[in-house]
């Protein structure tokens, strides 16, 4: 199903198909896939297109841009791209010593300064979150409703309301202020999915594949879709949606950044030539994260360059749509309420049996081994919200060279008031440490997702080259805690770049008896 939708070649390398009934879902797709591959050309399962085969014809794919060199436009950001240990903000260094001991690593990096997160209503915020228009342009639903699939009651979610309980659960339902009933991608197709060996389905769990869901009760044929359309209002509606999001591609591969290129950052005005080139050459793949870190979380992404008040950052996917200030004021009361929710989420028990006295031992040659970076966890749990630097930690550096944002890009939402008050953008070169609550559902690990089991983080050697993303219930291992499958039509490929399983290497040094230990208490966290 997935493979059919994402022929970006076909959808998009055609010019004519600007401005006339366009693939819009293929296009959504694809934004997204650019928004979290940025591949170009490259990508582990070949959906980027090489570049110059994009409908502007040639934009130059930029390949490794250097942010050095655009530093000017970095919009006076202290340490664009500098090294992670570079103290920023006044803020450095080791935390304190774990209670149970001297830290055996101590941390290369440099720790996120907080910010207080301003409060909001988090069951208001999941009634908005599954219902409401906050991407304000989609498919008429006329046309999605003859050209969906029908929905399977595993694809649905409690508290949907009007036609969003009729469709599957990664489109909102809403109604323009031109009257049209449309339907949109929500957060959930990429920040949604089935709990490991369970079939429930769970909003905040990274969705584990390469692309976004695509769930039953969802319409991705353009041509039915475009034979259900009923009105001239309708199809105007269906083609605008299209142009920007090919715009949006055509001009560079990280989504975020091409749409902020043609939205004016006073006035968020678009404009169809966009004002500075958004790619960056990323390769390879980042993994959902899961949402139920956000409210330990002082700088989000992998990176953590989200720094600031959370709403802002959070607010960006809007700029498919968002068409002025005052359109982007009213999503950030939305947005508050959507944060608070988020930082509600608690992650799911470990569903298979733990021993506990293991993991006893665990918790001991834990907080002596990782704590000074991943924090203790339990009733005094503490966090150090550190950003260890790409050369110390090792994993694939892609992401912390080049990230999905370009400095242009940052200089951009570090301008726009509606994203920058109390918030910003700051590039450096290093991964956050993430916090290990609910670890053992968010297989694959590390931020590119290369390391398929927890074994296989605790000790190199154990992890595969390459390996199958079947993702299936039956292919969870809660002995290893991660996948397992044997075959797929996806297959992950460490050799490929922006893919690497290298790095990371902090278990190697304990005995096998520690790290059993270990993963045994990762199960209770
Ligand atoms: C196309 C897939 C996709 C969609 C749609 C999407 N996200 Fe994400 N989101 C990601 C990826 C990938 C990351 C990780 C990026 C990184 O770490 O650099 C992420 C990261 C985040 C984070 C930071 C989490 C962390 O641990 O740092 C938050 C918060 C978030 N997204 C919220 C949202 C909200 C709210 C929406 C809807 C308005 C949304 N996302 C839509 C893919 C998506
Ligand atoms: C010097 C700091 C440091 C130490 C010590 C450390 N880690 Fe990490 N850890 C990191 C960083 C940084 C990442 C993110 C790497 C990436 O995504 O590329 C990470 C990632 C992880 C992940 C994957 C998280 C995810 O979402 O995929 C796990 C699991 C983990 N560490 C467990 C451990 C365990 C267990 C230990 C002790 C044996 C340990 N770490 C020691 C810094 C550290």
Known sequence: MRASVFVRGAALSTPESRGKTLPWVAAILAVGTALMAAGCGSSPDGLGPPAGSMPDGGLPADGGQDHAQDAGAGDGQPGNHADASTPVDGAVGAPDAPPDGPA???????????????????????????????????????????????LDPSDTLPGRTGDNANVGYTWNVSTTSDGIE???????????????????????????????????????????????????????????????????VGNGLAATGALAAHHDPATLVWSSAASFNA???????????????????????????????????????????????????????????????????????????????????????????????????????????LLISASEVGTDSELADKSWLSSAAVAWFNQAPVFSDNASVQLLDGYVAPPLDGIWATAPFFHNGSVPTLAGVLDSSQRPASWAMSFGQSDFDFNVVGWTGASSSNTYDTTQPGSSNQGHTYGDALSAADRAAVLEYLKTL
């Not at 139920?292 to 992404?301: C, D, E, I, S």
């Not at 749509?321 to 608690?346: G, K, P, W």
């Not at 799911?348 to 990782?370: H, I, K, M, R």
Request: hydrophobic share 40%; glycine share 10%.
């Open 104 to 150: 055996m690593v101590p941390p290369a990096g440099i720790a996120i300064p907080g910010t207080t997160q301003r409060p909001g209503n988090a069951s208001a915020g999941y009634t908005d979150l599954v219902n409401a228009g906050y991407i304000s342009i989609g498919i008429p639903w006329s046309g999605f409703s003859a050209a969906m699939t029908p």
């Open 182 to 248: 449309i339907v949109s991608s929500n957060c959930l197709s990429c920040h949604a999915a089935r709990i490991p060996g369970t079939n429930t389905l769970m909003v905040g769990l990274g969705f584990q594949q390469h692309a976004p869901a695509i769930p039953s009760g969802s319409a991705v044929d353009p041509t039915l879709i475009a034979l259900g359309l009923t009105s001239v209002a309708e199809t105007d509606e269906y083609t605008e949606y299209g142009a920007h999001l090919l715009d949006a």
């Open 279 to 385: 790619g960056t050459g990323l390769n390879g793949w980042v993994d959902v994260p899961p949402w139920w870190r956000v409210a330990k979380l002082n700088g989000l992404y992998a990176n953590g360059m989200g720094r600031g008040d959370h709403v802002h950052q959070m607010m960006s996917m809007t700029l498919f749509s968002v068409h002025d200030v005052a359109e982007a004021e009213q999503l950030d009361t939305l947005f508050v309420d959507i944060a608070a929710y988020i930082r509600s989420i608690a992650p799911p028990a470990f569903p298979a049996s733990v021993d506990a006295t293991l993991a006893a031992t665990g918790q001991t040659v834990f907080n002596q081994a990782c704590a000074s970076c991943h924090g203790t966890y339990g009733a005094n749990g503490t966090y150090p919200n």
